[in-house]
Every structure is written in structure tokens, then in C-alpha cells.
Nanobody, 120 residues
């Protein structure tokens, strides 16, 4: 049983754009901070962007100005709009629900991951 359902990954050329979507349950979406992580081969998983229920956002330095995280409360969905994509952005992207700030149990949920490949 998956709690977070991701979509939108794929192959895109450098400089192109892609939008990832993550649909969560109403309970998770309303209570948890939402975010996107990515993991490239041979590298550790890293936080790309996060957004709270009040729409406060945080971005990795490497994606600032290029990526935008947003949420649609009516659809219980978080998005990651990725513009000006670079080959270095190639990774598996994971949706994450984080309950640490709110003191929630379980502390987090993870999506299944979606592959983003930036190549010419």
C-alpha cells in the first residue's frame, strides 16, 4: 500500500523542463511537510526542495532559481517544476512527507521514486 504516488519523470534535454507530481492522502498532506529528494548513482540522497503546510519553502543551493516546489491543497498534491535542467540533475527523485517538525509518528513517508534523466 503506497501512501505517496509519484509521476512525471522522464528523459529531457539540457535546458528543458519537467514537472513532477506527488499525490498524498488527505491526512498526510494536511499534517506533514512535503518535499522532494533525489539520489544519483554513487551519491547520497539529498534534499532538493521542501514545502510546509503554510507554503514556506526551502531549496538546495544547486537548484535555487531553477526549481519550484508548490502544493495544491484541493488535490493533496505537491509539485516540483524543474526548469533549465542540467545533466547534473539526473537522478531518481523521491517524494517525501516529513513529520519531524510537527512531532508526528511515523516520522516520514516515501514515494517509490521516479527517474529523471537529463541528456542530449
Amino acid at each position: 500500500q503506497v501512501q505517496l504516488v509519484e509521476s512525471g519523470g522522464g528523459l529531457v534535454q539540457p535546458g528543458g523542463s519537467l514537472r513532477l507530481s506527488c499525490a498524498a492522502s488527505r491526512r498526510i498532506f494536511s499534517m506533514y511537510d512535503m518535499g522532494w529528494y533525489r539520489q544519483a548513482p554513487g551519491k547520497q540522497r539529498e534534499l532538493v526542495a521542501a514545502i510546509t503546510s503554510s507554503r514556506l519553502t526551502n531549496y538546495a543551493d544547486s537548484v535555487k532559481g531553477r526549481f519550484t516546489i508548490s502544493r495544491d491543497n484541493a488535490k493533496n498534491t505537491v509539485y516540483l517544476q524543474m526548469n533549465s535542467l542540467k545533466p547534473e540533475d539526473t537522478a531518481v527523485y523521491y517524494c517525501n512527507a516529513d513529520g519531524r517538525r510537527a512531532g508526528l509518528i511515523p516520522r516520514d513517508y516515501w514515494g517509490q521514486g521516479t527517474q529523471v534523466t537529463v541528456s542530449s
